[in-house]
Structures are given as C-alpha cells and as structure tokens.
C-alpha cells in the first residue's frame, strides 16, 4: 500500500469512526442475514470481512445501492 493510500484509509477509518457510518453489508438492508450474500446479487467480497475504506486503486469501497436496514447483522 502506497504512503497515500495510507493516509487516506487512516483518515476514513477515523471518520467512521467519529460518525459512526454504517456503508458494509451488515447494516443495508438487502443483505441476506443467513449467508451474508447480497440479495440483489451484487458482488460483495469488499463490504464484508475486514474493513477496507480504499481500494488499492484509490475508489472508495461503497456500493450506490446500499439502504440501511432496520437491523444490523454480524459484521464478519
Ligand atoms: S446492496 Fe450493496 S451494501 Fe447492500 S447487501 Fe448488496 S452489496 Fe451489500
């Protein structure tokens, strides 16, 4: 990981933090709680597992159809 992008996911991290943002598979509301799989079948190896704000090419890992659900699962 480069310096930059180093900087930039320490920033977000801190960020999520302070405003607790909810942006992952645990907390939308088409996750499917039994499997973690999205129900709209998007692919979603980023949003779930270890917390990533970056990917290695600079995008934010996000997903525009993201919703927050009314629970919020097991963030594995
Ligand atoms: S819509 Fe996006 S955030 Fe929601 S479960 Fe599917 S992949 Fe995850």
């Not at 499917?32 to 129900?39: D, L, N, P, V």
């Amino acid at each position: 990981m480069s310096a930059e992008l180093a900087r930039r996911e320490a920033r977000f991290s801190q960020e999520r933090e302070a405003f607790a943002l909810r942006f992952r598979c645990a907390a939308c509301a088409h996750v499917i709680s039994e499997t973690g799989a999205c129900s709209m079948g998007y692919p979603n190896r980023l949003l779930r597992g270890p917390v990533i704000g970056v990917q290695p090419d600079g995008l934010p890992v996000t997903c525009k159809y993201f919703e927050l659900g009314e629970l919020e699962h097991e963030d594995p």
